[in-house]
């Protein structure tokens, strides 16, 4: 095992020393190399057996043609979309993430900006703060009312994966009228367990008044949220996106939003991150944004940075993955070893019954 090699290459931050000692308790070298630029990835990992890796930079074909020992990318959390699937599955390359860490987080934040948009929390602080109550009561009455309810209307739920049904759950608590999503690969059975009506995408556009995101990011998503979509929502609709950036059409949204095509909208996630300074999103009063943190908490921290280090640790001995992006894969192993290939040389097949 000590010949092994994992190389970590997230550019916005270092990883945890939960991580770090979960691989070298193992006695597997590990090294962290901060990484802006595919070329610096190759650089270094050129003889990394695992590599650890962020959202950016992507995981191209490039990256994964130059590194000929490589036999998994890992990736914390449930998104695989940084990484080519593809690639990886043709090389023989396993692609793991660690899915069901975050799901109770991500509903939380989603059902957080629905309310906060709902309920004028931002707006309400700060004029609270800037002493509005006592001294210009009329600029606080007018917060009065933009303030909105949930019960009695209509929630849309865009992809009704983990993520979508726990959001689900939540805001049935708040007494909507209807619970709509659009899912084509969920059967009405499943749906009915969280009180949920499947309906076609324009339905869900049509007739939601708040609409949630909670869908991968996939050729058939994406900028699946544009302006004709935005166009064909309520003009008092409020739409939040807590799942990827490329669902959503940045320039539609803004257009949207500018132009009273929608009342507002809360998005944890844009298309380019981190969001550029100077980006015009920043400058629209009708849109809340957090920097792709809905995600993390206390306990998504230390768990998702255990599992992260096993994953590396179990794909080069033939222990259970927490999660394989690329089932796949499993096969184009079996056929290369066949042919004689090397990559997989003295490591199992990745193993697929997940323990968890």
Known sequence: MAAHKVVITMNNRPPSDITLDVIKNAGIDVQYVSCDTEDQVITAARDADVLLVGTVPHTTRKVLEALPKLKMVGRSGVGVDSVDLAAATELGIAVTNTPGINTSEVADHAMAMLLSTTRQIPELREATKDWAWSDRPREVNALRNKLRRIAGNTVGIYGLGNIGRAFASRVRGFGPGRIIACDPYVPQTSADLYGVQLVDFDTLLRESDFIT??????????????????????????????????????????????????????????????????????????????????????????????????????VLTGKPLHGLGNPDVVKVIAVKRSQGDKRWDGVPDPVTNRGF
């Open 213 to 314: 995101v909670h869908a991968p990011a996939t050729a058939e998503t994406n900028h699946a949220f544009n302006i004709e979509s935005f166009r064909k929502m309520k003009p008092t609709a409020v739409f939040i996106n807590c799942a990827r950036g490329p669902l959503v059409d940045e320039a539609g949204l803004q257009q949207a939003l500018e132009t009273g095509v929608i009342y507002a909208a809360g998005i944890d996630v844009t298309e380019i991150e981190p969001l550029d300074a100077e980006s015009p999103l920043l400058k629209i009063p009708n849109l809340t944004i957090t920097p792709h943190f809905a995600g993390a908490s206390d306990v998504t921290t230390a768990e998702g940075s255990k599992r992260w280090g096993e994953n590396a640790v179990n």
